[in-house]
């Protein structure tokens, strides 16, 4: 079970005797504190108009999957779930990225459930999903970039924490690129002020050339790019991606980075119009 020194897991926590009550009132209090926060500053940026009051919000398991948020109607209104089952294994501090992740989709998105995801991938293909949740990847790290303080390193040591949960048994190409994607994006915004770059790549070109091919959607335009990425790069992060447990916080970052140093996003420059 992957575990940080600073923030330890819900199974960790309700070890300690007579304080179970107490314990799991604080993690849901510091959760909805934090839901509220991020939406506050989704508004106040206008990036979105709406929000949720705090009584149809709640933190309660309904799943015994991976399934983390669930929204239904009730009195005429939403009302969002979070199910608290994925933080048995990670951090508290993890399990509220994912939670501020999912309330992204719902507030902004309008992608509240599972089947809604499903429609977008049937409408729309799965590289539009992928783009979705590399969207929800980008605001939540800066959000937390900008008000929480949060360094590269802070963001990709909490990611870390519970990185297990999620991880496949074997490589699906698109949810593959889609991590891909979340990494170039979530350095380059760390790495730049006043950027809002997301980047969606695609390996196939690989298999015939020495690099990757990228859309990049700015605010104003889309574009595509060649990163000058190899097959032995891409090896070197199919290891974290099936098996992040092989590796020490220390092993894992520096493949991050160095894939990304490698793929020059940090530097990269827009395209000038004529």
Known sequence: MLESKDNKSLDALLSKAS??????EKIKSEV???????????????YCTETF??????????SKDDWIMKVSWSDGHKQASFNPNLLRNSSKEFFKIV??????HLLVQKVPNKEDATKIKD??????????????????????????GYSKEQYWKTYFEG?????????????????????????????????????????????TEDHIKVLVLKREYIYFDTLPVSLEDLKQMRDIYLS????????????????????????????QLN
């Open 19 to 24: 304080i179970d009550n107490e314990v799991d």
């Open 32 to 46: 909805l504190k934090e839901i509220q926060d991020f939406n506050s500053w989704l508004n106040i940026e206008n």
């Open 53 to 62: 009051q705090v009584s149809d919000i709640k933190i309660a398991p309904f």
């Open 99 to 104: 939670v501020l992740h999912e309330y992204f």
């Open 123 to 148: 409408n729309f293909g799965n590289d539009f999903m992928s783009l979705i949740d590399i969207e929800a990847d980008f605001y939540v790290a800066l959000y937390l970039k900008l008000k929480k």
């Open 163 to 207: 990185v297990k949960v999620f991880k496949d048994s074997w490589i699906r190409n698109k949810k593959f690129e889609r991590f891909l994607g979340s990494i170039l994006t979530i350095n380059r915004l760390f790495a730049n002020d006043n950027v809002f770059d997301l980047f969606l790549p695609s390996i196939a070109p690989l298999f």
């Open 244 to 271: 992040p447990q092989d590796f020490n916080f220390g092993g894992y970052y520096k493949k991050i980075n160095t894939f990304t140093k490698k793929s020059k996003v940090e530097d990269l420059k827009s395209p």
